[in-house]
Every structure is written in structure tokens, then in C-alpha cells.
């Protein structure tokens, strides 16, 4: 699911790798991309990135539960970091930018330190791979700092999927993809969907009814 403010756009794509998501995102595409850790979004070169802090926070949490208690200050030095950046959003540009300076900083440092237990590396490991995304929504404004529409809209095409959907074919796949994404375009868009589609059915051509996209 590719989801801006505006529009959205469904694909059941044949493998998770770049080339699929190159299917609806240009692979020269320059813009803002606010996405979770999946590690074929950083090929996206031209874009700005910024990683989904929610999911980290999560992770951390799960660890600092699950962990024994001499594993657990790993996960809570990452947690402290992100909910750092997160009360940051408050404050003016300058102060913004020291913290952003400041957090980077302790990524880097994080990343020197030795961490005993592996999932507490497999998690600072990660939280490098992504530190030129992690506070993008501090130094780009009206850049969220997670990635909840992808989120919402992505819930009800995977209990679709679940339950059928059409997609046991790739012409079904293909035209549940479509039919969603006019469907909760027009919602974002405050169009009456069965109404748009009514009037596009009826045009002599399809360029007789506005466009959603």
C-alpha cells in the first residue's frame, strides 16, 4: 500500500522486493517516504526516509518484557532516544536541529557500545541501518514521524486477503487492487464512491469523469 493524504493505491505484487515496489513507487522517486524498516525501501536513493518510530518503539518494548533484566538497558537507551525525538516535535526550528544533532550522536555512540545479548545487537544493528531516517520528521515539516496510514489502510486489504478477496487469481488480485484503491481514494477525497463509479460507467469515455488520481 502506497498511502499520501490524498490517495491511495493497492497492489497484490508476486514477491517483496524492490522491483515490486517499484510497481507503483518510480524507483526515481524524490519525495518524502515515511515507511517501516523494510530494507528494500533505503534503494529508493533520491527519496528522503524516514523510518517508522512507532515500530521501533514497539520492538522495544517487547524486548525490555522479554529480556533478562541484565538485557533489558539496551532497549530502554533506544526507547529514551526515540521518545526524546518524539517530545522534540514541540519545539522551534533550532532547538530542533540540537536535538536532532544531539540523538544522532547517541545513535552513533549506541552502535560502538558492546551488547551481550544478540537481540539487543540485532536491534542497534538495525537502528544504525536506519539512523539517516530516523529523525527526518524533525528536520522536514509535515513529515510524519510514523507510518500510520500505510498502517490504516493496509488492515482491511490483508483481512480481505485472509478471507478471499478475489485474489486467488492474478486477474482478481489485479481488479481487488484496483477497486480498493478507487474505493478509499474517493473516501479520502469526500467523493461518493458508488456515485463516481455510477457516472464513470455511464461516460462515453472515462476522460468525462474527473479523475481521483
Not at 538497558?73 to 525525538?85: F, G, H, S
Not at 544531539?102 to 537481540?119: G, K, S
Not at 536506519?130 to 524533525?138: G, I, Q, V
Amino acid at each position: 500500500v502506497a498511502a499520501p493524504p490524498t490517495a491511495t493505491a493497492y497492489w497484490v505484487a508476486d514477491g517483496r522486493g524492490f522491483d515490486q515496489a517499484c510497481e507503483v513507487i518510480a524507483p526515481e522517486f524524490a519525495g518524502v517516504m515515511v515507511r517501516d524498516g523494510w530494507a528494500p525501501y533505503r534503494r529508493f536513493d533520491n527519496a528522503t526516509h524516514q523510518t517508522c518510530l512507532a515500530h521501533l518503539l514497539r520492538r522495544c518494548d517487547e524486548l525490555i518484557a522479554d529480556l533478562p533484566a541484565w538485557g533489558r538497558d539496551t532497549p530502554r537507551k533506544v526507547r529514551e532516544i526515540l521518545t526524546e525525538a518524539l517530545i522534540a516535535r514541540d519545539l522551534g526550528d533550532g532547538e530542533r536541529m540540537a536535538v536532532v544533532a544531539d540523538l544522532a550522536e547517541r545513535v552513533e555512540m549506541l552502535a560502538d557500545d558492546a551488547h551481550p545479548h544478540n537481540e539487543n545487537r540485532k536491534l542497534v544493528a538495525h537502528l544504525y541501518a536506519e539512523r539517516d531516517a530516523l529523525f527526518s520528521f524533525l528536520t522536514h515539516p509535515g513529515t510524519d514521524a510514523t507510518n500510520w496510514r500505510a498502517e490504516q489502510a493496509v488492515r482491511p486489504a490483508v483481512v480481505n486477503r485472509k478471507v478471499w478477496g478475489g485474489n486467488r487469481t492474478w486477474r482478481g488480485a489485479a481488479t481487488q487492487g484496483r477497486m480498493m484503491s478507487v474505493l478509499r481514494t474517493a473516501s479520502q477525497q469526500g467523493v461518493d464512491a458508488i456515485d463516481f463509479l455510477s457516472r464513470l460507467a455511464r461516460a462515453p469515455t472515462p476522460a468525462d469523469v474527473p479523475s481521483l488520481f
